[in-house]
Nanobody
Framework: QVQLVESGGGLVQAGGSLRLSCEAS????????MGWFRQAPGKEREIVAR????????HYADSVKDRFTVARDNAKNTMYLQMTSLKPEDTAVYYC??????????????????WGQGTQVTVSS
């Protein structure tokens, strides 16, 4: 069992930056594939980025590539999402999630077993 808590959301102007954190409690954080998702009002939850258990492999949605960076510190049981050059369309609730499955298959929300409560990111134009 893993409990996840996100932090770092807030209101920022377009072009600005934010860093989200996801702190995990429980055992075996280091074995999980981790992901960041977001959900805007009226839209489906979408994956933003995911990172392998070691941190050595990452993938990003096309919409955030070259602007967002995902990282993890297994010694601190924490994952991060550095967001730069933020746009109004990045406005959403951001969730972190943990998957017990293989990294290659962890592309959809259904592949993830544990979720945080979400943190709001609002980008003003």
């Amino acid at each position: 069992q893993v409990q996840l808590v996100e932090s770092g959301g807030g209101l920022v102007q377009a072009g600005g930056s934010l860093r989200l954190s996801c702190e995990a409690s429980g055992r075996f954080f280091a074995v999980y594939t981790m992901g960041w998702f977001r959900q805007a009002p009226g839209k489906e939850r979408e994956i933003v980025a995911r990172i392998s258990w070691s941190g050595g492999t990452t993938h990003y949605a096309d919409s955030v590539k070259d602007r967002f960076t995902v990282a993890r510190d297994n010694a601190k049981n924490t994952m991060y999402l550095q967001m730069t050059s933020l746009k109004p369309e990045d406005t959403a609730v951001y969730y972190c999630a943990a998957s017990r499955g293989y990294y290659a298959g962890a592309t959809q929300p259904s592949a993830y077993d544990y979720w945080g409560q979400g943190t709001q990111v609002t980008v003003s134009s």
